[in-house]
């Protein structure tokens, strides 16, 4: 079991920062693969990006390569994902997400959630 609770959305200008935490709890922590997606207001949730278990291995999607961060920290059992340049495209709900295994973009693949922060980027 891993439960998961993300902080750090808020309201950004277009071109500013921020940083989203996930803190999570339980034993199986250190051997998940942690995912963070986004949904928009009528919109199919997304992945944006993922990191393993080990914080080797990283992929983002292309809407946020080169402007987002994901990265872990297994003694604190904290994921961040640092976003940079933000647009008003990345207005949503981001989502953080565990799953037993190796990484993956696909959300169905994902079994434990956090409740969402929402991040609103003004043009």
């Known amino acids: 079991q891993v439960q998961l609770v993300e902080s750090g959305g808020g309201l950004m200008q277009t071109g500013g920062s921020l940083r989203l935490s996930c803190a999570a709890s339980g034993r199986t922590f250190y051997s998940s693969a942690m995912g963070w997606f986004r949904q928009a207001p009528g919109k199919e949730r997304e992945f944006v990006a993922t990191v393993s278990w080990g914080g080797t291995n990283r992929y983002y999607a292309d809407s946020v390569k080169g402007r987002f961060t994901i990265s872990r920290d297994n003694a604190k059992k904290t994921v961040v994902l640092q976003m940079n340049s933000l647009k008003p495209e990345d207005t949503a709900v981001y989502y953080c997400?565990?799953?037993?295994?190796?990484?993956?973009?696909?959300?169905?693949?994902?079994?434990?959630w956090g409740q969402g922060t929402q991040v609103t980027v003004s043009s």
């Open positions: 997400a565990a799953r037993a295994g190796g990484t993956s973009v696909d959300p169905e693949s994902y079994e434990y």
